[in-house]
């Protein structure tokens, strides 16, 4: 497995971030050649309750959701709403490719732990064979 590469814009010379309260923490994955379940590259209600279900054990809120599927062959397209932020992915099954996002603020808690949690365990079940991922801190 790659490890997660920290991805970062540099700013201007001299010039600063402003400090925000509400800071977050972005974890993106491309994950090529997926050994999974099939389901979870094809079937939206089922792909919808599964991350409905890890959203809710890594201690994230579930305010919404929206999966669509393409078809019979076709992938399949979500988002989990949080209170916290959001989680969405989007399946190519005829290509064993995933794109995977979670986002958390940290406005009142500090959510990366239970970020890290939910992204591990999406990677776990899309078993990638070759994962390309990104950790960005956000201000």
């Known amino acids: ?28 994955g ?15 209600r089922y792909l919808a309750n599964f991350c409905t279900q890890l959203v ?22 979500g988002m989990v709403v949080l209170a916290e932020s959001h989680m969405s992915l989007h399946t190519w099954p005829e290509e064993g490719y995933v794109t995977l996002d979670v986002y958390v603020c940290n406005y009142t808690a500090d959510n990366r732990a239970k970020a890290q949690l939910l992204f591990d365990a999406l990677l776990q079940a899309f078993n990638p064979a070759d994962p390309h991922l990104h950790r960005v801190d956000r201000a």
């Open 30 to 44: 491309d994950l090529y050649e997926c050994r999974c379940d099939s389901r979870l590259m094809l079937d939206d």
């Open 1 to 28: 497995m790659s490890e997660m590469e920290n991805v970062a814009t540099p700013l201007p010379p001299g010039k600063q971030a402003p400090r925000r309260q509400a800071t977050g923490l972005h974890l993106i």
């Open 56 to 77: 809710a054990k890594a201690g994230l809120t579930a305010v919404g959701n929206l999966f669509h599927s393409f078809g019979d062959e076709g992938g399949v397209t």
